[in-house]
T-cell receptor
Framework: ELKVEQNPLFLSMQEGKNYTIYCNYS?????LYWYRQDPGKSLESLFV?????AVKQEGRLMASLDTKARLSTLHITAAVHDLSATYFC????????????FGQGTRLTINP | GAVVSQHPSRVICKSGTSVKIECRSL??????MFWYRQFPKQSLMLMAT?????????EQGVEKDKFLINHASLTLSTLTVTSAHPEDSSFYIC??????????????FGQGTRLTVV
């Protein structure tokens, strides 16, 4: 059974600081996704990581994938308040973003 | 990217009644859609896979007679929560897969439906 674990689950940080969210998964997969969720809202797609060593960056967020270690990271650089949200990683049980198994989510709060 | 529209966004119903949630793919045909449930402050859990023109497949522990799924066309899947009870109160989100702007196949999510059973 595929399991996806994130840590930390809660993260409170100051603006301007850097931090990393980790996502470990239990079985082989070469498709990993990162999402953002604001309170009361649905999911916003952030990154699609499709191969070992993949690195993608968008603004202050950078995601990477190590399929051998079954680990993905989401790195936040010089955090700003607008990045406060819950971040989920998800791994594909099937083909092509179908049947996703989600991590528990990391609730990120960025304080001025 | 593709657009998935879900309706209603919020619904409050009395215990024992049934509620229907619609999920539409607006600019593409979706032979398969997925229904997830998210309890407050928890993660998303896949409930079922909706297949156009055939029966839905349900994840272990999800009652198929309670959560009726119909996928009668290539653009519409519906989830009906039958005889709803307070423990069914949750955030229900549908998705469909497609090629987006992020460089690979990705899931496109509806806006979600907040169901409150009183």
């Amino acid at each position: 059974e595929l399991k996806v674990e994130q840590n930390p689950l809660f993260l409170s940080m100051q603006e301007g600081k850097n931090y990393t969210i980790y996502c470990n998964y239990s079985t082989t997969s070469d498709r990993l996704y990162w999402y953002r969720q604001d309170p009361g809202k649905s999911l916003e797609s952030l990154f699609v990581l499709l191969s070992n060593g993949a690195v993608k960056q968008e603004g202050r967020l950078m995601a990477s994938l190590d399929t051998k270690a079954r680990l993905s990271t989401l790195h936040i650089t010089a955090a700003v308040h607008d990045l406060s949200a819950t971040y989920f990683c998800a791994v594909d049980r099937g083909w092509g973003a179908q049947k996703l198994v989600f991590g528990q989510g990391t609730r990120l709060t960025i304080n001025p | 990217g593709a657009v998935v529209s879900q309706h209603p966004s919020r619904v409050i119903c009395k215990s024992g009644t049934s509620v229907k949630i619609e999920c539409r793919s607006l600019d593409f045909q979706a032979t398969t859609m997925f229904w997830y449930r998210q309890f407050p402050k928890q993660s998303l859990m896949l409930m079922a896979t909706s297949n156009e023109g055939s029966k839905a497949t349900y994840e272990q522990g999800v009652e198929k007679d309670k959560f009726l799924i119909n996928h009668a066309s290539l653009t519409l899947s519906t989830l009906t929560v039958t005889s709803a009870h307070p423990e069914d109160s949750s955030f229900y989100i549908c998705s469909s897969a497609g090629t987006g702007d992020l460089g690979g196949t990705e899931a496109f999510f509806g806006q979600g439906t907040r169901l409150t059973v009183v």
